[in-house]
């Protein structure tokens, strides 16, 4: 489970809970709480009683049926003396709305909503929303469907530090390239700029010394520049070529996201969209993608349009049974490389079950960005790995840290790594004879339990 | 108890009404429309006083238009309702006819024996307004002063729409008046430059005629900077007044084939830029924004068409050996930009020239200037849209289930836009057949050797509103041998290209009357 430290915390105040107002208990919301409810007073709003109940028997948190975008209903939950203020309904006004009743009712609170809607995103870069941090699932699960694009081995790709330091959790297939297999990492060909910062065998997690070996199976995490991270892909799984050829199946709003941030990356796109209507809107509103009126499960279609040639298969239809269908269709056509989004959490297993090489979950992406958010803002991000049982912190470094002023080789490993520093908006990937100084932002890897620790001793 | 209850069936029932539209609104309109045009007498009116020509032609028309405009307008008072949609189609095509009638009797009230006739002083007159250049006229410089004004008048007044000028001037139409502005203004979709149709009818009509003016300053400064000396004032506004309508009409017999090259280049670029969408033309030369021009698709492939045109007449005449150097370069610029445009000047009797060039010569007069501007023909951007559906057939072909939308500059055309360039396109070509077909027919009748080329040539020339045809029809010749039917033939061409086709047609169907 994550800990998250207290808002305080930015005002050079002694950790401390924060009251988090939560207006949403659909899937987004179910998952911050899970999130937050250990360290945090959580209290949760929602219309309707049964989406609160499992929430209320399985965390500590209030729970109350009432309309979040009603003044009153915010005013009873409390929000005057919040710290944090979410607002993740699946509608966009609802957000918008109770964001708005909380800016007058509590002036201080940070506040973050959700949103489908790229212009609301638009607006609040430009900061002409009154809120602190606006989400889109859509234009999340658009981003990891991109990243797993981009690096195709890429279970799970973060970034950091503007883009200049990623993180990315690769499966080590058979037949991936011998000068990293089997070798101690010291003499390995390591890209450059990079790390190996865990190798998960059997479950458990293992930060490796230079004396480790990858073995086919593994799942490893590693940093690196973002050029590092694409020799990883081709290291790991050369014989793939770079994507340029991807079908997106549906046409919805998380299928046009993603079509549009791929052919924005020069990627040739083809849409399929069963409804006609849709099909010309997708059409007119992305001229560089192709757009097919068709659905995925006709048989002639794929074959007359060699949609089993193509290089990845992203699914992207509303309904995961459907959507599941399509996927394993195109397996069976020939598409080698599949990327589901997916709705349910159970999904993922059943799309795994079946091959799938990668799912997104949008509500998971969403929470998890606010989630990041929601944490101590000296950790500007945080990726949740495999679960919650890792987790990466990005961080400044304190003066007062005991580290300050060592070598990276003569720190005691404690169930954790510092992969990258940021010095100066400057990524470094250092190596055993770097010293750390104060006010650098490092990045570092974890096991979760010891998230406390190396808060305290950085 | 009665089985049906409720109440009581009225004491009268309507009679059935036969007719759907409100015919005595639409003459209404009408007669408004002319009443106002019979004020534009005026004009020649203070040229004939000038010169101490007769007047009388003139004050007679103004007169009798005037008192048919009133009457009509009287008519109209009574009218139940204001002018609808349906309506509009009616009053545009009889507007256009009327003024066509308007324009021949100054012709008819003169004692010019070259348009003594009815059906001549029609033909000439449906020449002028729909700024076709065709004429019945031989020996042009025999006319009047103010007659050669009004018919040069006529064809300004014409080019940029009867209609957008009265919405233009008059103080309030019983009409929103954007569905009459449409069914006017070529092309098969209108920018609009303000939020309300009279403005940017406003608009229009000031830069048409700020561009008139500058192009009689320039042409004056040719002549009387020795330049040119054949072009005194007088020859001047009559060029400045039929080029920027691309009309075609010449104060001289020879059109301006014995003007200085100085002027053939001034006129072809004027003819060239009358022939840019004047919305386009607005945002460049008013609100300078000459990207506006450059980034326009319909505005490039205008310019690719009258760049291609030139290079291969230019090739063919320098390897005939027809004309050498400069003059082979401008004859072929001027000729070309003038037949695309529907303009009809010329600077040589391109009749005799090789067949390469004569075929380029009806094929340009198919193609037109941009939409927007008071050219004739199908215009640049329709080709352009037709050019794109049959891309995309091509391409679904290959792939049936492809989604793909025409875009115009990026923005999605609409698709019933599309059907209906794809009507305009076949209407257009099935008319100018049968145009061809009845010219052909009656030239067996008649005394008139009308061969194949002419044929086709003049039903293309009077169609497209360009003028000139081959033959005896062509550029130096005139349109007089014809018998009276196929003048009524050509003039009815004429008419309809202007109006571009559908409203006209319409009013031929039965459903646009009835219920």
């Given at each position: ?458 | ?29 009408t007669g408004t429309m002319l009443a106002y045009l019979s004020l534009s007498a005026l004009i020649?009116l ?10 009388w032609p003139f004050v007679g028309a103004g007169a009798i238009a005037g008192a048919v405009g009133l009457g009509l307008q009287r ?20 507007t256009?006819?009327l003024a066509?009638a308007y324009a021949?009797l100054p012709?008819?009230l ?56 009265a ?349």
């Amino acid at each position: 489970m994550h800990t998250f430290r207290d808002a305080g915390a930015r005002k050079g105040y002694p950790p401390a809970r924060m009251r988090i107002v939560i207006v949403g208990a659909g899937q987004v919301g179910s998952t911050i709480v899970e999130a937050l409810h250990g360290d945090h007073d959580l209290t949760v709003i929602d219309v309707v009683r049964e989406r609160l109940e499992p929430l209320a028997y399985r965390y500590d948190v209030g729970t109350i049926e009432a309309n979040g975008a009603s003044r009153r209903a915010l005013r009873d939950a409390g929000v005057g003396d919040a710290d944090l203020f979410i607002a993740c309904t699946s509608r966009d006004e609802v957000n918008l709305v109770a964001c708005s009743f909380a800016r007058v009712e509590a002036p201080h609170a940070t506040s973050v909503i959700r949103t489908s809607n790229v212009e609301y995103i638009d607006l609040w870069r430009e900061g002409r929303l009154d809120v602190d941090f606006a989400v889109s699932s859509e234009l999340e699960t658009a981003h990891a469907v991109s990243r797993s694009i981009g690096i195709p081995a890429a279970r799970q790709t973060d970034v950091f530090a503007g883009g200049q330091v990623q993180i990315v959790e690769f499966d080590v297939p058979e037949g991936a390239d011998p000068a990293v297999i089997d070798l101690p990492l010291r003499e390995a060909k390591l890209p450059e700029d990079s790390r190996v910062f865990g190798i998960i065998r059997d479950d458990t997690l293992t930060l490796p010394r230079g004396s480790e070996t990858i073995r086919p199976g593994d799942r490893i995490v590693v940093i690196g520049s973002p050029t590092a991270a694409r020799a990883w892909g081709s290291l790991l799984s050369p014989e793939e070529a770079a994507v340029k050829d991807v079908v997106v199946f549906g046409g919805g709003q998380v299928g046009t996201a993603i079509a549009r941030l791929l052919a924005a990356q020069d990627i040739g796109v083809r849409l399929i969209e069963p409804d006609r209507d849709r099909a010309r809107a997708v059409a007119e509103e992305l001229p560089e993608c192709r757009v097919y009126n068709a659905t995925g499960v006709d048989v002639d279609f794929l074959e007359r349009e060699l949609i089993g040639r193509a290089q990845a298969a992203v699914f992207a239809i509303k309904d995961d049974a459907e959507n599941h269908y399509a996927a394993t269709l195109a397996r069976v056509y020939g598409v080698r490389f599949t990327i589901a989004v997916v709705h349910d959490t159970i999904s993922t297993k059943v799309y795994e079950q079946s091959g799938v090489d990668v799912t997104v979950n949008p509500r998971g992406v969403t929470a998890e960005e606010i989630v990041r958010f929601a944490h101590d803002p000296r950790t500007q991000q945080v990726a949740m790995l495999e679960g919650d049982r890792y987790e990466v912190l990005d961080m400044i470094t304190k003066p007062t840290s005991e580290y300050v002023g060592l070598k990276f080789r003569d720190m005691p490993i404690r169930g954790a790594m510092i992969g990258a520093i940021v010095r100066d908006g400057k990524a470094i990937f250092p190596r055993s004879d770097d010293v750390l100084q104060a006010g650098d932002r490092v990045i570092v890897f974890t096991e979760t339990k010891r998230v406390p620790d190396v808060e305290r001793v950085l | 108890m009665s089985p049906t209850s409720g109440a009581d069936r009225p004491e009268r029932i309507r009679e059935r009404t036969y007719v759907g539209i409100d015919v005595r609104g639409a003459l209404g309109l009408t007669g408004t429309m002319l009443a106002y045009l019979s004020l534009s007498a005026l004009i020649p009116l203070a040229c004939a006083i000038g010169y101490r020509e007769p007047i009388w032609p003139f004050v007679g028309a103004g007169a009798i238009a005037g008192a048919v405009g009133l009457g009509l307008q009287r008519l109209g008072r009574r009218s139940p309702g204001p002018i609808g949609f349906r309506e509009g189609y009616l009053v545009v095509s009889l507007t256009w006819l009327l003024a066509a009638a308007y324009a021949a009797l100054p012709y008819l009230l003169s004692d010019e024996r070259q348009v003594s006739r009815p059906v001549d002083a029609f033909f000439e007159g449906m020449s002028g307004f729909s700024t076709t250049g065709a004429t019945v006229i031989v020996d042009v410089e025999a006319l009047d002063r103010s007659l050669l004004l009004w018919r040069q008048l006529s064809q300004w007044l014409g080019g940029m729409g009867i209609i957008v000028l009265a919405l233009a001037v008059l103080p309030r139409l019983r009409i929103g008046g954007r569905q009459m502005f449409e069914s006017e203004l070529p092309g098969p979709e209108v920018h609009q430059l303000a939020e309300r149709i009279r403005d940017t009818a406003r608009r229009l009509w000031l830069l048409y005629i700020a561009l008139t003016l500058v192009l009689f300053g320039l042409l004056l400064v040719i002549g009387l900077t020795g330049l040119d000396d054949r072009m005194d004032p007088f020859q001047a506004i009559a060029h400045a007044l039929t080029t920027m309508p691309l009309g075609g009409f010449s104060s001289d017999a020879r059109s301006l084939e014995l003007f200085a090259p100085v002027t053939q280049w001034v006129v072809a670029l004027f003819m060239a830029i009358a022939g840019v969408n004047f919305a386009l033309l607005y945002l460049a030369l008013v609100r300078r924004r000459p990207r506006a021009v450059a980034r326009d698709e319909e505005a490039r492939l205008y310019g690719a068409m009258l760049l291609i045109g030139s290079a291969v007449v230019c090739a063919e005449l320098i390897h005939a050996g027809v004309f050498a150097g400069e003059e082979a370069l401008r004859q072929a610029v001027f000729q070309v930009t003038s037949l695309m445009t529907g303009t009809g000047f010329a600077t040589t009797n391109y009749v005799s020239w090789p067949t390469v060039s004569i075929m380029a010569m009806i094929g340009l007069m198919f193609v037109g200037a941009s939409a927007g501007s008071p050219t004739g023909s199908v215009k640049i951007v329709r080709h352009l849209l037709v050019g794109r559906i049959l891309r995309r057939e091509l391409r679904q072909t290959i792939h049936p289930e492809l989604v793909q939308p025409i875009r115009l500059n990026g923005r999605t055309v609409d698709e019933r836009t599309l059907r209906a360039v794809l009507a305009f396109v076949l209407l257009y070509i099935g008319i100018f057949i049968i145009g061809a077909i009845l010219l052909a027919i009656d030239s067996r009748f008649s005394s008139v050797e009308l061969g194949m080329t002419e044929a086709i040539a003049a039903s293309a020339g009077t169609l497209g509103n360009v003028g000139p045809a081959l033959g005896f029809a062509g550029p130096m010749g005139s349109y007089a041998p014809f018998s009276d039917f196929s003048k009524v033939v050509m003039a009815s061409l004429m008419w309809i290209g202007r109006l571009e086709v559908l409203p006209v047609l319409v009013l031929l169907t039965r459903n646009y009357w009835r219920v």
